[in-house]
């Protein structure tokens, strides 16, 4: 019984060994051709299956590869995995830094349209809590353990500075477009309140004058007495 466990045991080990070898010598070609511009997906996905030794690496490889592709959706989940994974310190800044970039490259802003100056912002702000969750960039006057993190956060709170100025101008334009409007529309109102006090003068004009010319007609005619008929039908 024992020797049927420890044959169990010697071929898990054969088989972990196997697997690390062969990681390796997968990781070191991907690494190389990585190098040469050349992006191969399969072999960055095989390398994340049973995988225990630097677990982190084949997840932020395969994160690498994707973003390369342009598959920025995609690469930042394995760039999450990475970090869940047992991953050294002085190498979580790294991702971090791809994870942070990947945020950036899904960002797609419609200067002209608010809501996604407003989605963009949220979005480059949830990459800079990316650089800054570990203190890899500058947080709360502690200083970053990452230059090239703190930079990136810097390039990142330039760009947020500059869509928030662009939105402040959207926002002052539509004030002034809105109380342009209300003038215009004030003015308008005021010019036809002015008018019907126009009309209505001009109509109590026209009264004003009948009724005076009623009273002359009346003035002229006023001094005239109905006279009696006579028999013979004459009335002088």
């Known amino acids: 019984m024992k020797r049927k466990i420890l044959t169990v045991i010697y071929i898990i080990l054969i088989l972990l060994m196997i697997k690390m070898l062969y990681n390796s010598i997968i990781n070191s070609v991907l690494i190389n051709n990585y190098k040469e511009k050349q992006y191969s997906e399969s072999q960055a996905k095989a390398l994340t299956y049973i995988n225990f030794i630097q ?27 990475a970090l869940n994974t047992l991953i050294p310190k002085e190498k979580e800044c790294m991702v971090r830094i791809n994870y942070a970039l990947a945020i950036c490259k899904t960002v797609q802003v419609r200067e002209k349209d608010e809501e996604s100056i407003k989605q963009a912002i949220e979005k480059y702000n949830s990459a800079i809590d ?3 969750e570990k203190v890899c960039a500058n947080k709360n006057n502690i200083k970053g353990h990452s230059q090239e993190a703190e930079q ?14 662009l939105q402040k101008n959207q926002e002052n334009k539509e004030d002034d477009d809105k109380d342009e409007k209300d003038n215009k529309k004030e003015k308008k109102e005021k010019e036809s309140e002015d008018k019907t ?35 013979n039908g004459k009335n002088w």
């Open 55 to 81: 677990s982190y690496v084949a997840p932020y490889n395969y994160g690498n590869i994707l973003y390369q592709k342009g598959e920025y959706e995609v690469a930042i989940k394995e760039y999450e995995k």
């Open 130 to 132: 990316i650089l800054t």
């Open 152 to 165: 990136l956060r810097k390039d990142i709170q330039k760009e947020i500075d500059r869509l928030s100025s």
């Open 197 to 231: 006090k126009k009309m209505e003068k001009e109509i109590q004009d026209i009264k004003a004058q009948a009724t005076k010319e009623q009273r002359d007609v009346e003035s002229v005619f006023r001094k005239y007495n109905p006279r009696d008929i006579n028999m």
